[in-house]
């Protein structure tokens, strides 16, 4: 695992450019190909699983949710940006998701 300060990258904040060194001593990597996302004024939440069904139209579905992730809606958007930026980037190399 790559220590504090193996890894960095450059950012902006208030004109100023930001070093930031990540930890990835405690990071964990799981699969999901499910998310639900509910809010309130306060804060986002993130549900992420996994779909074990493998049928096209399901009559009900089992859904085993592994992770939650709570958010500020501020931190909410800037996920929105970085995810819509990835996906275009996606797409510009590899075609359209449908």
């Not at 992730?69 to 359209?96: C, D, M």
Request: aromatic fraction near 8%; charged fraction near 30%; include cysteine.
């Amino acid at each position: 695992m790559a220590k504090a300060g193996d890894d960095k990258e450059k950012g902006e904040q208030a004109g100023q450019q930001v070093r930031v060194n990540w930890n990835t001593d405690k990071l964990k990597s799981s699969y999901a190909n499910f998310c639900n996302a509910t809010s309130t004024r306060e804060e986002v939440v993130l549900n992420f699983g996994v779909n074990q069904n493998w049928e096209r139209t399901p009559q009900e579905m089992a859904i085993d949710l592994e992770h939650r992730i709570v958010l500020s809606p501020f931190a909410a958007k800037r996920l929105n940006q970085l995810l819509s930026k990835l996906i275009t980037e996606y797409e510009t190399r590899y075609g359209e998701l449908k």
